[in-house]
C-alpha cells in the first residue's frame, strides 16, 4: 500500500468529528471551533495537494508558486477576519485542536502503510 493524501484526509475529517464531540462532552461550547480548525487544515492540505500536482506532475513551477503565495494570502486574510470578527471568534484553544488533527491523520496513515 501506497501513502495517500485522499486517505489522510478522510483521516483527518473522522479526528475532527471526533476531536470535536469530545470536545462537547467535556466542555460544552466551543466545540465549533475545532470544526473551523479542522475545516482550515483540511482546506490547506487539500490545496497543497493541488498545487504539488501543478508543479510536479504537470510541470507548471510558475502557476505553482502564483497558487502557493495566494493561498498563503487567503489563509492569513481568513484568520484575521476569524479571530478578529466581534460577532464570532472561535476558541483558540478548540481551533488549534482542530487544526492538530493533521500530525494524528499523517501518523494513522503511516502507520497503517508500514503494517501493509
Not at 513551477?61 to 464570532?88: D, I, Q
Amino acid at each position: 500500500m501506497q501513502p495517500s493524501v485522499e486517505r489522510i484526509q478522510r483521516r483527518l475529517v473522522v479526528i475532527t468529528l471526533i476531536a470535536a464531540a469530545l470536545w462537547a462532552l467535556a466542555f460544552g461550547a466551543g466545540w465549533s471551533g475545532v470544526l473551523v480548525g479542522g475545516a482550515v487544515i483540511l482546506a490547506s492540505v487539500w490545496l497543497f495537494a493541488r498545487i504539488f500536482t501543478a508543479a510536479i506532475v504537470t510541470g507548471r513551477r510558475t502557476l505553482a508558486t502564483g497558487l502557493t503565495f495566494v493561498k498563503l494570502a487567503v489563509f492569513l486574510a481568513l484568520g484575521w477576519l476569524a479571530f478578529s470578527a466581534p460577532a464570532w471568534a472561535p476558541d483558540p484553544m478548540a481551533f488549534a485542536v482542530g487544526v492538530s488533527g493533521l500530525p494524528l491523520a499523517a501518523l494513522w496513515e503511516a502507520l497503517e502503510v508500514r503494517r501493509n
